[in-house]
């Protein structure tokens, strides 16, 4: 960057306080658990190193030479890619806001090609809702009227160009040299933003350095092939959690995390001499953050839940985007190789070639996929001096490694859900080293990742894995045989081979369940979500236990008949619709009681669409990552133990999940809502209005068969802001009396939902 | 493609495999007959089953037993040598395989290689004294 492009950004009045962007960083880490993490990726590096340097003097075998090579080869590469994480989690930092000054000049542009034009329309809505005065550019790549007509209805500026050289980054730069904003905040077609997005990232260009601001990828449908929610114990595991919880927070450390395509803004000034951002390979995102980091500039990396996408939904779309990902940066090393390029920093050169290296998995991962089958058929081991010795080294190693990668992933690492998905990715992994050896300069080609799914069942992306469980099947039957057969005596060798075999195997089950599960029947995404629903004739509550853009599947306390229509209002928080409701399935009574029956809005307007869409992006999605946030068991653990030890006594009473419908009446009228929790001492409901503490209300709450009816007074009342119009405030209600223990007690039993 | 005809697929292939096992193995398989079954066997069988197996890298205690004892019945000596010798490197201090071996060594004429092994069994068999 010149020193008079500098200095131009300093005196802009729309940016009167300069500041430096490396102030506004905090450890995430206090000193004591940082020092401890270090001092542990240091040992356990060390004892990978002595294993390695073991294993290379004492245990290669000299009779399968070809074969102990390959697999000294991957636990090296293993070696390689511990050095690399432990580094990019040497000190992970996180970001304090700071505001966003007014008058910056922002557009925002959403790319689409292909993708359906009622999903583009969720984003589109909420990327012009975002508070702070922005312009809105849709750009299609695929020139289609409808969003043209989507563009001019919704009031943003359309823009498309007649061919589509060098795809998304193509589309961009197209849009970037027809626009003037100094700042641009970039979307793709499914990441819809919250309505604070601007205000949270702009502040960090008061640094006239920082080129990028980047938020986390976060994705809204929890039933996507690399989602795993335990709502029951509100946990969830994404697969990218990992990468955008630890590893791009320790990438910041070093300032070294990068543009991952959506989700982030960019400044003008450091894209303008390369006309936008750099097209030449198919993951733009890497290959321009290298080049500006290269060239002097900064990133900031803020770790908030602002913008949320659709992530694939099945095992095909899934392959198709790694692919892309991971031949494209494995390419962009071609054009911007980070241990060569100019001006990097050490630290950043790390950063950058494990964000490359990451890619080669597939490699290694199949050496060990096919390592114990073919012990089982040749009875050939890789390691020579199979004893008791090798036998304590390896299982103090593993251990080591074990421990040590537990708490260097400060308790959020889970090592066999990676595995999972180290199984999912290898073969497309191993496609990617393939593209990007061969068509070493060339850019590749971008395929869209479908986010809608296939609609159909398809064995395609599982044909690898189907093709290695029967390879591992045939092995075992192979040794069984052979052992059976008195072919072999060596029974230690073939168990523990048959045992590393169907550990394999049981990982490709599970992806073979994950790939052929059945494609999605609705057309919308279902969100779980439990809104109570209030019958406008009889007066009846029930709660619905997910929504989409169509229907409900509805909880009911009586039986309805398929075909039965009413009029009813949904309680969406600060906002209602009133529909008539078709029950249209039976999906079965819960053991709690309640009647389950899909349910279908009749005669909705796209209002009521846009409506749905509105409460699912500013209440449901932001209240999963609100919800979905408990530790580890181990953490859970370690609480308790410490809870224990000191002899504590918890401050509330023990709290249980209840999502039960409840009519809440105060002084200035009546409040229809879910309850959220309850305890022998009270409840939380999620209300359209504040309460003031200490306000008196009647309860009363419904569930299958009963009801209960008591007092209480709010002594909680904590806002959620949302998008103008739907903010929500917990309240923490206090039942006034002692309850008669077995109502509520029944109630805490009754999880609706 | 669904589980079951995954699950036929793979027993049609786990049929064809036990097939090739009985060929890749054939002689393997012959020699878990008893040594009495074998030697009523005809000698050229016996014969190049034995020069099969001993050309195999790895080979259990038990062919390698039966091996030598029916290649002794047979009076195959050559073949008798050549198992009790990689029965030997299994089991390095098996006095009785030993011994066998040195047999064996004085039928075939080499006095020098047998007189080696029977000074060697007696210096060990000294030294535990």
Redesign the interface.
Same mark, same amino acid.
């Given at each position: 960057m010149s020193s008079d492009a500098q200095s131009l950004s300093v005196v802009t009045p729309h940016n009167p306080a300069p500041l430096n962007a490396d102030d506004t960083r905090v450890s995430l880490d206090r000193p004591g658990r940082r020092y401890l993490t270090q001092g542990v990726s240091i040992a356990a590096l060390a004892v990978y190193a002595a294993y390695l340097i073991y294993r290379a003097a004492f245990t290669l075998n000299p009779?399968a030479r070809v074969f102990s090579l390959l697999v000294y080869f991957a636990e090296l590469h293993g070696f390689v890619s511990l050095f690399l994480y432990f580094h990019q989690l040497w000190h992970r930092r996180g970001r304090r806001v700071v505001p966003a000054p007014p008058g910056l000049k922002v557009d925002v542009f959403v790319t689409t090609y292909n993708e359906d034009v009622d999903l583009l329309r969720q984003t589109l809505r909420a990327a012009i809702a975002m508070r702070y005065p922005h312009r809105t550019y849709v750009l299609d790549d695929g020139r289609r009227d409808a969003v043209r007509d989507l563009a001019s209805e919704l009031g943003c500026q359309y823009v498309t160009r007649d061919n589509n050289l060098h795809a998304k980054a193509g589309n961009w730069n197209n849009a970037f040299k027809q626009t003037d904003a100094d700042f641009i905040a970039t979307f793709d077609a499914d990441h819809v933003p919250r309505a604070e997005f601007l205000e949270r990232t702009l502040g960090f260009f008061r640094d006239p350095k920082v080129a990028i601001v980047q938020v986390p990828q976060q994705y809204h449908n929890l039933d996507s092939v690399q989602h795993k929610v335990s709502w029951k114990n509100r946990r969830m595991y994404g697969e990218q959690d990992a990468f955008f919880g630890l590893v791009m927070p320790g990438k910041d450390n070093w300032n070294a995390a990068f543009f991952c395509g959506t989700g982030a803004v960019l400044r003008r000034e450091a894209l303008e001499p390369h006309g936008g951002i750099l097209a030449d390979t198919i993951t733009e995102d890497l290959h321009t953050s290298v080049v500006l980091h290269a060239e002097g500039w900064k990133s900031v990396y803020l770790n908030e839940v602002l913008v949320t996408g659709l992530a694939p939904v099945d095992l095909k779309s899934f392959a198709v985007q790694r692919l892309r990902w991971a031949e494209g940066n494995l390419k962009a090393a071609a054009f911007a190789n980070p241990l060569t390029i100019g001006k990097l920093s050490i630290n950043q050169r790390i950063s950058y070639f494990a964000s490359l290296y990451h890619w080669t998995i597939g490699i290694p991962k199949f050496i060990y996929y096919m390592a114990p089958p073919w012990i089982l058929f040749t009875?050939t081991f890789p390691i020579a001096n199979f004893d008791r010795t090798f036998v304590l080294v390896y299982l103090a190693f593993l251990g080591t490694l074990l421990v040590s990668y537990r708490i260097v992933s400060r308790g959020k690492g889970r090592l066999l859900m990676d595995e999972l998905f180290n199984m999912v990715s290898f073969f497309t992994l191993i496609r990617a080293v393939k593209r990007a050896v061969i068509g070493r300069g060339k850019p590749g080609r971008f395929e869209v990742t479908s986010k809608r799914g296939s609609g159909s069942r398809d064995?395609t992306a599982v044909l690898p894995h189907?093709t290695l469980l029967?390879f591992s099947?045939?092995a075992i039957?192979?040794s069984l045989? +052979?052992l059976g057969? +008195?072919?072999?005596?060596d029974v230690r060798g073939a168990s523990m081979a048959i045992f590393w075999t169907l550990y394999n195997a049981t990982l490709m089950a599970i992806v073979l369940k994950i790939g052929?599960r059945p494609a999605e029947k609705r057309a919308g995404s279902r969100y779980r979500s439990n809104f109570a629903v209030e019958s406008l004739e009889s007066g009846g509550l029930g709660v619905t236990a997910d929504i989409s853009e169509k229907g409900c599947s509805l909880l009911w306390p009586e039986p309805l008949t398929i075909g039965q229509r009413f009029p009813a209002r949904v309680h969406f928080g600060p906002r209602t619709g009133d529909w008539t409701i078709e029950v249209t399935g039976d999906q079965r009574q819960q053991p709690d009681g309640w009647h389950r029956y899909g349910v279908r809005f009749l005669d909705l307007t796209p209002a009521d669409v846009d409506l749905i869409n509105d409460v699912v992006f500013s209440v449901v999605v932001p209240d999963f990552f609100a919800t979905l946030v408990e530790p580890a068991w181990s953490i859970r653990l370690w609480r308790r133990l410490k809870l224990a030890v000191r002899s504590a006594v918890p401050s509330r009473a023990p709290r249980q999940v209840v999502r039960v419908p409840t009519r809440i009446r105060h002084a200035a009228g009546t409040i229809v809502a879910t309850v959220r929790d309850l305890s022998a001492t009270g409840l939380a409901v999620q209300s359209a209005i504040p309460l003031p503490i200490g306000c008196p209300v009647d309860v009363t709450m419904v569930a299958a068969g009963r009801a209960w009816r008591g007092y209480a007074t709010v002594a909680r009342c904590e806002a959620r802001l949302s998008r103008e119009s739907f903010n929500t405030w917990i309240l923490g209600l206090q039942f006034t009396s002692e309850q008669p223990e077995g109502d509520v007690d029944a109630f805490r039993r009754w999880d609706a939902a | 493609m669904t589980t079951s005809k995954f699950l036929i697929g793979l027993a049609i292939a786990m049929l064809l495999q036990g097939s090739v096992f009985a060929v890749q193995y054939r002689d393997l398989l012959y020699f878990r007959q008893p040594t009495t079954a074998i030697v009523r066997d005809d000698p050229a069988s016996f014969e190049s089953n034995a020069r099969a197996a001993l050309t195999r890298r790895k080979l259990t205690r038990q062919h390698l037993d039966t091996i030598a004892n029916a290649a002794l019945k047979f009076g195959k000596t050559d073949i008798e040598i050549a198992a009790l010798e990689r029965r030997l490197e299994l089991d390095p201090a098996a006095a009785g395989v030993r011994l066998q071996l040195g047999d064996a060594l004085r039928r075939a004429g080499r006095f020098g290689d047998a007189e080696r092994l029977f000074s060697d069994l007696v210096g060990s068999g000294s030294e535990k004294q």
């Amino acid at each position: 960057m010149s020193s008079d492009a500098q200095s131009l950004s300093v005196v802009t009045p729309h940016n009167p306080a300069p500041l430096n962007a490396d102030d506004t960083r905090v450890s995430l880490d206090r000193p004591g658990r940082r020092y401890l993490t270090q001092g542990v990726s240091i040992a356990a590096l060390a004892v990978y190193a002595a294993y390695l340097i073991y294993r290379a003097a004492f245990t290669l075998n000299p009779d399968a030479r070809v074969f102990s090579l390959l697999v000294y080869f991957a636990e090296l590469h293993g070696f390689v890619s511990l050095f690399l994480y432990f580094h990019q989690l040497w000190h992970r930092r996180g970001r304090r806001v700071v505001p966003a000054p007014p008058g910056l000049k922002v557009d925002v542009f959403v790319t689409t090609y292909n993708e359906d034009v009622d999903l583009l329309r969720q984003t589109l809505r909420a990327a012009i809702a975002m508070r702070y005065p922005h312009r809105t550019y849709v750009l299609d790549d695929g020139r289609r009227d409808a969003v043209r007509d989507l563009a001019s209805e919704l009031g943003c500026q359309y823009v498309t160009r007649d061919n589509n050289l060098h795809a998304k980054a193509g589309n961009w730069n197209n849009a970037f040299k027809q626009t003037d904003a100094d700042f641009i905040a970039t979307f793709d077609a499914d990441h819809v933003p919250r309505a604070e997005f601007l205000e949270r990232t702009l502040g960090f260009f008061r640094d006239p350095k920082v080129a990028i601001v980047q938020v986390p990828q976060q994705y809204h449908n929890l039933d996507s092939v690399q989602h795993k929610v335990s709502w029951k114990n509100r946990r969830m595991y994404g697969e990218q959690d990992a990468f955008f919880g630890l590893v791009m927070p320790g990438k910041d450390n070093w300032n070294a995390a990068f543009f991952c395509g959506t989700g982030a803004v960019l400044r003008r000034e450091a894209l303008e001499p390369h006309g936008g951002i750099l097209a030449d390979t198919i993951t733009e995102d890497l290959h321009t953050s290298v080049v500006l980091h290269a060239e002097g500039w900064k990133s900031v990396y803020l770790n908030e839940v602002l913008v949320t996408g659709l992530a694939p939904v099945d095992l095909k779309s899934f392959a198709v985007q790694r692919l892309r990902w991971a031949e494209g940066n494995l390419k962009a090393a071609a054009f911007a190789n980070p241990l060569t390029i100019g001006k990097l920093s050490i630290n950043q050169r790390i950063s950058y070639f494990a964000s490359l290296y990451h890619w080669t998995i597939g490699i290694p991962k199949f050496i060990y996929y096919m390592a114990p089958p073919w012990i089982l058929f040749t009875g050939t081991f890789p390691i020579a001096n199979f004893d008791r010795t090798f036998v304590l080294v390896y299982l103090a190693f593993l251990g080591t490694l074990l421990v040590s990668y537990r708490i260097v992933s400060r308790g959020k690492g889970r090592l066999l859900m990676d595995e999972l998905f180290n199984m999912v990715s290898f073969f497309t992994l191993i496609r990617a080293v393939k593209r990007a050896v061969i068509g070493r300069g060339k850019p590749g080609r971008f395929e869209v990742t479908s986010k809608r799914g296939s609609g159909s069942r398809d064995f395609t992306a599982v044909l690898p894995h189907l093709t290695l469980l029967g390879f591992s099947a045939l092995a075992i039957s192979w040794s069984l045989m +052979g052992l059976g057969f +008195g072919v072999t005596d060596d029974v230690r060798g073939a168990s523990m081979a048959i045992f590393w075999t169907l550990y394999n195997a049981t990982l490709m089950a599970i992806v073979l369940k994950i790939g052929t599960r059945p494609a999605e029947k609705r057309a919308g995404s279902r969100y779980r979500s439990n809104f109570a629903v209030e019958s406008l004739e009889s007066g009846g509550l029930g709660v619905t236990a997910d929504i989409s853009e169509k229907g409900c599947s509805l909880l009911w306390p009586e039986p309805l008949t398929i075909g039965q229509r009413f009029p009813a209002r949904v309680h969406f928080g600060p906002r209602t619709g009133d529909w008539t409701i078709e029950v249209t399935g039976d999906q079965r009574q819960q053991p709690d009681g309640w009647h389950r029956y899909g349910v279908r809005f009749l005669d909705l307007t796209p209002a009521d669409v846009d409506l749905i869409n509105d409460v699912v992006f500013s209440v449901v999605v932001p209240d999963f990552f609100a919800t979905l946030v408990e530790p580890a068991w181990s953490i859970r653990l370690w609480r308790r133990l410490k809870l224990a030890v000191r002899s504590a006594v918890p401050s509330r009473a023990p709290r249980q999940v209840v999502r039960v419908p409840t009519r809440i009446r105060h002084a200035a009228g009546t409040i229809v809502a879910t309850v959220r929790d309850l305890s022998a001492t009270g409840l939380a409901v999620q209300s359209a209005i504040p309460l003031p503490i200490g306000c008196p209300v009647d309860v009363t709450m419904v569930a299958a068969g009963r009801a209960w009816r008591g007092y209480a007074t709010v002594a909680r009342c904590e806002a959620r802001l949302s998008r103008e119009s739907f903010n929500t405030w917990i309240l923490g209600l206090q039942f006034t009396s002692e309850q008669p223990e077995g109502d509520v007690d029944a109630f805490r039993r009754w999880d609706a939902a | 493609m669904t589980t079951s005809k995954f699950l036929i697929g793979l027993a049609i292939a786990m049929l064809l495999q036990g097939s090739v096992f009985a060929v890749q193995y054939r002689d393997l398989l012959y020699f878990r007959q008893p040594t009495t079954a074998i030697v009523r066997d005809d000698p050229a069988s016996f014969e190049s089953n034995a020069r099969a197996a001993l050309t195999r890298r790895k080979l259990t205690r038990q062919h390698l037993d039966t091996i030598a004892n029916a290649a002794l019945k047979f009076g195959k000596t050559d073949i008798e040598i050549a198992a009790l010798e990689r029965r030997l490197e299994l089991d390095p201090a098996a006095a009785g395989v030993r011994l066998q071996l040195g047999d064996a060594l004085r039928r075939a004429g080499r006095f020098g290689d047998a007189e080696r092994l029977f000074s060697d069994l007696v210096g060990s068999g000294s030294e535990k004294q």
